[in-house]
């Protein structure tokens, strides 16, 4: 199983990015998906999850500027961002809890990251 990561850039302060993440490889189902980041010289931390049934939770420092979304057909989940701020400058990484096969354990995987930079 693979997860790809794309559509980090630059923006500057009060704009907007949207992220992307596609799961593809052995999956049978796929339960827990997630965005995550690590800002240089910091922890990564939680900025949002998502589960299957669409139920979503934020880290307190984004809520109300970002949305995570997901499709099930594609096995892929969102991140839109708005009103960025240069604290949000990070590292991005997704995440997804995969199970390959029916009456398989979940397993946890990892995006390769994305680089967010707020800055004017």
């Known amino acids: 199983v693979q997860l790809q990561a794309c559509g980090g850039g630059l923006v500057q302060p009060g704009g907007s990015l949207r992220l992307s993440c596609a799961a593809s490889?052995?999956?049978?189902?796929?339960?827990?998906m997630g965005w995550y980041r690590q800002a240089p010289g910091k922890q990564r931390e939680l900025v949002a999850t998502i589960v299957s049934d669409g139920r979503s939770n934020y880290a307190d420092s984004v809520k109300g500027r970002f949305t995570i979304s997901r499709d099930n057909v594609k096995n892929t989940v969102y991140l839109q961002m708005h009103s960025l701020k240069p604290d949000d400058t990070a590292v991005y990484y997704c995440?997804?809890?995969?199970?390959?096969?029916?009456?398989?354990?979940?397993?946890?995987?990892w995006g390769q990251g994305t680089l967010v930079t707020v800055s004017s």
């Open positions: 490889g052995s999956i049978f189902s796929v339960n827990t």
């Open positions: 995440n997804a809890f995969v199970r390959e096969r029916p009456g398989a354990r979940y397993y946890d995987y």
